[in-house]
């Protein structure tokens, strides 16, 4: 452990006016309050404020800083007050440890939402003072470096944070090696494989490009010196976790990145920047489109510098970055630099006024002002958006409060990320108050306006639209509740319907004692199970009631007579159409109302409240008889009676359903039907069809030309209709035209 004299000597080297008693006081202090407490380590805690301490050493802070980084954990981890660091240590310090305190309070990898809240309220805290933010990094850094100490399943979640946060934040204010060191080591951390692999690929690598190296750095400091310039050439390698960053950017593998190595030159002078450019350029081939001026324009966060990629001597690329020592400074210790070269003179204990020239302090500044105002979030966006985040976008409820969500992000997703009910009742959205799809893709500053309802189940189809993992899991939930209430319904009529008919008393205790016996473990299970039909009702009503005798064994008869005996059970096939054939016609007049077995099951069209499709190319337009047949597993299919398929069910009379039609006429939906028309082969005769059926409010989906005669066109129409009255206005309509010879419906 660092001894105090040896603290106070480093300060007073780079700052000779440093108040040493300042220094003394805080490490006396937190060595005493800190008192026998351990690190994850082993190690006494007060090592870790002392190496935070050394930390900001190296970026030369001033002392007031140091003493704070000795102080910064004391009020949250000892008995250490506020009240009682300001009489020691002045108002000043002690505002500075309870910025720190604050921000160590904070968790900022909790959920998107509260994350985007939470680093609202970092920025806040180190609004006033930058130093806040230089302890805490330096904090981090001692903390990520000795994590290996921590157990294994908060590692994850430091580093995350760390990679998400903090390192961004060390980047913004123009701090790369910090930001650099913070990456690797959360790097490692959350993806050991990867990093493993690519410093052994690293190390290979060196050990092949040992002599380039060197014969590039003899040259150019040979050629450098020759021309009487003094200049540091300092060979550099990228750092792994920015190789894999540029990896995944680009999609490239290892092999074809090309700059790993780089090269340094510092000089004293800018002029000499430009001079030494002159140098490499008469010396190498260069690349061209890899020059770039950062003196004359520098990066958002005051980087300056030169930057130029040569062909080296075996045909490889080489990166050269040419600077002042100043800019050198700037350029890996960002803001915490800047103080100290300002105008030549040392920044010293006022880092905090001087800093406030630089562009890195005054993009904090602007964000935390518009954060403090609270109401001007697009620019607050617009501001912090830059680096961190930039892959996230932030919407606003109608109340100002901030939700972050992924990019791409839909008013689907705001919804669920508000809340669980909000996203299950939403039916629409306004955005920016006007109403707009639930598919749009939001964007920053978006003031999102979720429209509800209490009758709305989230549609499946939704999964595919959201892009959050919340949304997705809570729509698949609420969709699979919702299918199962469905198939429970429709369960629950066809068993009555059966015990009904069998005149036997239905009731859910009856259901109860059976469930065993169904493998299924409650009654609301039972029910979906016989809905889906993968139990049949007339083995639930075996079971309730062992002395019900089915009458298919009881009445044996001769295969022909089979298809009967679902009449005695009322189970609509006497809508069947018999061996001899019935027509369309003969079909229409018998009437299920008549039938005494009770009502048959309402059907509402495709949005009811029961599992239902419609056979394909099966054509049943409300109006039409109707049957269902129970498929396993999928629930009722609706087929007009008059469909040729339904022989195939003939013989499994326990699938089919007696259904009616129970259409709502204030909420119309169209149902395709399908017409086979002959009609002379004239200039113009298809479109006069067309016409006919768009007078008549029919919509044509789909014409496939059948047979084209030289004399007459057969085709076929596919077509959406209200009901079967409006299918035969238009089939009456399209037979009195001249030209149409002949029209007649469909039914697959
Ligand atoms: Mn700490």
Excluded at 327 to 334: K, L, N, P, W
Excluded at 549 to 574: C, I, N, T
Excluded at 661 to 676: G, Q, T, Y
């Amino acid at each position: 452990m660092m001894r105090q004299y040896e603290l106070v000597e480093r300060v007073t080297r780079y700052n000779p006016d440093a108040d040493e008693a300042l220094l003394n006081k805080a490490y006396v202090y937190a060595m005493q309050k800190h008192g026998s407490q351990m690190r994850a380590s082993g190690d006494p805690y007060f090592s870790h404020p002392l190496e935070v301490a050394a930390i900001l050493t190296d970026l030369r802070l001033d002392d007031a800083t140091i003493a704070v980084a000795l102080l910064h954990d004391t009020i949250e981890d000892t008995d250490a007050t506020r009240t009682e660091i300001d009489s020691l240590f002045g108002e000043e310090i002690g505002k500075l440890v309870d910025g720190l305190t604050k921000i160590k309070r904070l968790d900022l990898v909790s959920q998107k939402a509260k994350q985007a809240e939470n680093f609202r309220k970092l920025l806040l805290a180190i609004a006033d003072d930058v130093r806040v933010l230089l302890v805490k990094l330096a904090d981090r850094l001692h903390n990520m470096r000795t994590l290996g100490h921590m157990p294994e399943h908060k590692r994850g979640r430091i580093a995350e944070e760390t990679m998400e946060i903090y390192a961004p934040l060390a980047g913004r204010m123009g701090m790369h090696d910090m930001r650099e060191e913070l990456e690797d080591i959360s790097f490692r951390t959350l993806n050991p494989e990867a990093y493993e692999t690519i410093t052994e690929r690293l190390a290979d690598l060196r050990e092949r490009n040992r002599d380039l190296i060197a014969s590039i750095e003899q040259t150019l400091t040979e050629r450098l010196s020759d021309r009487g310039m003094a200049a540091l050439v300092k060979g550099r390698e990228k750092r792994p976790y920015s190789i894999f960053r540029k990896m995944q950017r680009k999609a490239i593998g290892f092999e074809q990145l090309s700059d790993i190595y780089g090269f340094r030159v510092t000089v004293g002078t800018m002029e000499a920047c430009y001079r030494v450019l002159g140098v490499i350029h008469t010396t190498w081939p260069t690349v061209p489109g890899r020059f770039k001026d950062y003196i004359s324009t520098p990066k958002q966060n005051d980087y300056k510098s030169i930057h130029t990629t040569i062909v080296g001597p075996s045909r490889q690329r080489v990166e050269l970055q040419i600077r002042t020592i100043t800019m050198d400074r700037i350029a890996e210790y960002g803001i915490a630099a800047h103080a100290l070269y300002k105008d030549g003179e040392f920044g010293g204990r006022n880092i905090a006024r001087h800093s406030e020239d630089c562009r890195a302090f005054e993009w904090l500044r602007r964000t935390t002002e518009l954060l403090a105002q609270g109401d001007t979030p697009e620019e607050f966006l617009e501001n912090t958006k830059l680096e961190l985040f930039h892959d996230q976008v932030f919407c606003f409820t109608p109340k100002g409060r901030l939700i972050a969500l992924p990019r791409g992000a839909t008013p689907i997703d705001f919804a669920y990320a508000v809340h669980t009910g909000i996203g299950n009742t939403c039916v629409g959205c306004k955005v920016n108050g006007k109403i707009m799809p639930l598919v749009t893709e939001l964007h920053n500053g978006d003031e999102v306006d979720i429209i509800r309802s209490q009758s709305q189940t989230p549609p499946p189809a939704w999964e595919a639209i959201a892009v959050t993992g919340k949304a997705r899991a809570a729509i698949r939930r609420a969709t699979r509740e919702s299918v199962r209430k469905q198939y429970g319904a429709l369960g629950e009529h066809i068993l009555k319907r059966a015990f009904d008919r069998a005149s036997k008393v239905y009731s859910e205790d009856l259901l109860e004692a059976v469930l065993n016996e169904h493998s299924v473990s409650s009654v609301a299970d039972l029910l979906a199970a016989v809905g889906r039909g993968d139990i049949t009702a007339q083995n639930v009503l075996k079971s309730a009631h062992p002395d019900y005798q089915d009458e298919r064994v009881a009445v044996p008869g001769p295969p022909s007579e089979e298809g009967w005996f679902g009449l005695k059970q009322g189970y609509g096939l006497k809508f069947r159409i018999p061996p001899s054939g019935l027509s369309d016609e003969s079909a229409n007049v018998s009437s299920p109302d008549g039938d005494a077995s009770g009502p048959a099951l309402p059907i509402r069209g495709l949005s009811g409240d029961i599992p239902v499709s419609f056979a394909p190319d099966g054509g049943a337009v409300p109006g039409d008889r109707i049957v269902g047949i129970l498929t396993p597993s999928e629930g009722l299919t609706i087929y007009p009676i008059q469909s040729p398929s339904l022989k195939e069910f003939d013989d499994q009379t326990e699938r089919w359903v007696d259904v009616r039609w129970d259409i709502d006429i204030n909420n119309p939906e169209r149902f395709p039907a399908r017409l086979d028309i002959s009609a002379a082969n004239e200039p113009g005769s298809l479109a006069a069809i067309a016409q006919i059926i768009g007078e008549n409010s029919g919509n044509i989906d789909n014409v496939k030309m059948v047979q084209r005669a030289p004399d007459f066109h057969q085709m076929v129409i596919d077509l959406e209709v209200w009901d079967l009255k409006h299918l035969n206005r238009i089939i009456n309509q399209l037979r009195t035209k001249p030209n149409v010879s002949s029209v007649s419906r469909v039914n697959g």
